[in-house]
């Protein structure tokens, strides 16, 4: 089984950048497709982004996948890591952002998601 761990949130303010990281451990990682979430208080979880396996796939959450425009998923698989680049943040990303592991490569179903990791807080605010 993976365990997830993400680090990289803070307090920051409108127009900032910030690369959150999740870091996995227990040797399965490179079977793993990994998506970010994020869930803002009184708000559904949304989708952020997701990425394959292999790193040759990305696909990203928003109304037509909108979020590519300020959001980067990456993977390194030799340091069992993700990560999500953000620019230009807006108040309206202010949420917990968790990461996620599992064996498809897909991010509307959850059911067979493997691993949570406990998510960390992004705050955007002037």
């Known amino acids: 089984q993976v365990q997830l761990v993400e680090s990289g949130g803070g307090l920051v303010q409108p127009g900032d950048s910030l690369r959150l990281s999740c870091a996995a451990s227990g040797g399965t990682f490179s079977s793993y497709s990994m998506g970010w979430f994020r869930q803002a208080p009184g708000k559904k979880r949304e989708f952020v982004a997701g990425i394959s396996d292999s790193g040759h796939s990305t696909i990203y959450g928003g109304a037509g996948g909108t979020m590519y425009d300020r959001f980067t998923i990456s993977r390194d698989n030799r340091k069992n890591r993700i990560y999500l680049q953000m620019n230009v943040l807006k108040p309206e990303d202010t949420a917990v952002y968790s990461c996620?592991?599992?064996?498809?490569?897909?991010?509307?179903?959850?059911?067979?998601?493997?691993?949570w990791g406990q998510g960390t807080q992004v705050t955007v605010s002037s």
């Open positions: 996620a592991a599992t064996p498809y490569y897909n991010f509307d179903d959850l059911t067979h998601v493997v691993s």
